[in-house]
C-alpha cells in the first residue's frame, strides 16, 4: 500500500464531511499521571474540547483522576494488557469516527484534523506510520522490531505495508462493529490487517512520534513475541475466511 493513492476513494462512495463532534478519541491507560494531562490538553487544544474522549483504566496512580478532571469518560478495567483495554474503548466510543491512541505523549494529535479529513474523503481506516519519519524517538529494538513485522504481514497479506503496529489510527464506527476482535499484545496489528484484507479502503498516513513519558508497559521481548503470533495467525485466518 502505497502512502499516496491515485484513485480518489470518494469517486465511488457517499463522502461526509465529519467534524470533531464525531470524534471519539480513545485509549488504554495504565499508570499514565506522567502523559496524561499533556495528551488530553493537546486533545481539547486541537479539537477545540468538541471530541469525545475515552479511557479504559487500568491505574493505580492518579491517571483516573486526571482523566475526569479533563471531561474524560473513565471506565475502570483490571490490567489484562493493551488489546483488552483498547478494545473495550473502541467500543465503549459513541461517536461516528473513533481514533485510538497510546496516553504516552508519543504520537501526534495535531494529525487528529488530517486522520478526520481522510475518512471524511472516503477511507474506512487510516493508520498513523511512525516509521516514515525514521522514529528516531523509538528505541532501535523495538524500530526494527516494527519493520520487521511490517515486512512480515505485507508478504502474508500480498499488500505492501510500513506500520503495523502503531497506536495511533483513525476507523469509520462500521469497522470496528462489523469485525470480531481476538488479539491483545497483537491488536493494534489485527486492526489493521483485518480490514485491509476485508477490502476496506486503509490508507497509512506518515505521522510524527515523540520519546514517551513515563514508563512503557510492554515487555519488548515477550510482547514482540505475542505481536508476531498475531500477525500470523490473524493474516492466515483472514486469507482462509
Ligand atoms: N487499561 C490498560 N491500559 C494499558 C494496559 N497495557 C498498556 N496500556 C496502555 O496502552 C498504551 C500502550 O502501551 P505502551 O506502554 O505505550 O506500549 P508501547 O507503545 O509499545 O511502549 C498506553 O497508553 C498504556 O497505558 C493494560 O493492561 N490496561
Ligand atoms: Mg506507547
Not at 59 to 87: C, F, L, M, N
Not at 117 to 138: E, F, K, N, T
Amino acid at each position: 500500500m502505497s502512502h499516496q493513492r491515485a484513485t480518489d476513494v470518494t469517486a465511488d462512495r457517499d463522502s461526509t464531511a465529519f467534524t470533531f463532534d464525531d470524534l471519539s478519541v480513545v485509549m488504554g491507560t495504565y499508570n499514565e499521571e506522567a502523559a496524561i494531562g499533556t495528551v488530553l490538553e493537546d486533545i481539547e487544544r486541537v479539537t477545540d474540547g468538541r471530541a469525545e474522549v475515552v479511557c479504559v483504566d487500568g491505574s493505580d496512580d492518579g491517571t483516573p483522576k486526571i482523566a475526569r478532571e479533563h471531561g474524560a469518560t473513565v471506565i475502570e478495567q483490571e490490567p489484562q494488557g493493551y488489546g483488552v483495554a483498547v478494545r473495550e474503548a473502541l467500543l465503549s466510543a459513541s461517536r461516528p469516527v473513533i481514533v485510538t491512541t497510546d496516553c504516552d505523549d508519543t504520537y501526534p494529535m495535531e494529525a487528529l484534523p488530517e486522520f478526520l479529513d481522510l475518512i471524511s474523503q472516503g477511507y474506512d481506516v487510516v493508520s498513523g506510520d511512525r516509521l516514515y519519519y525514521g522514529a528516531d524517538a523509538m528505541p532501535a529494538f523495538n524500530r526494527l522490531g516494527n519493520a520487521a513485522f511490517a515486512a512480515l504481514a505485507s508478504a502474508l497479506m500480498g499488500e505492501r505495508v510500513h506500520d503495523t503496529t502503531t497506536g495511533m489510527r483513525a476507523y469509520r464506527r462500521e469497522v470496528i462493529e462489523k469485525i470480531e476482535w481476538t488479539e491483545n499484545t497483537g491488536l493494534s496489528a489485527e486492526l489493521l490487517i483485518r480490514p485491509l484484507m476485508r477490502g476496506y479502503e486503509v490508507r497509512e498516513e506518515p505521522i510524527t512520534y515523540a520519546e514517551r513519558a513515563g514508563e512503557t508497559k510492554l515487555d519488548p521481548i515477550q510482547g514482540g513475541a505475542e505481536i508476531l503470533k498475531s500477525i500470523v495467525a490473524v493474516s492466515l485466518a483472514e486469507r482462509f475466511r
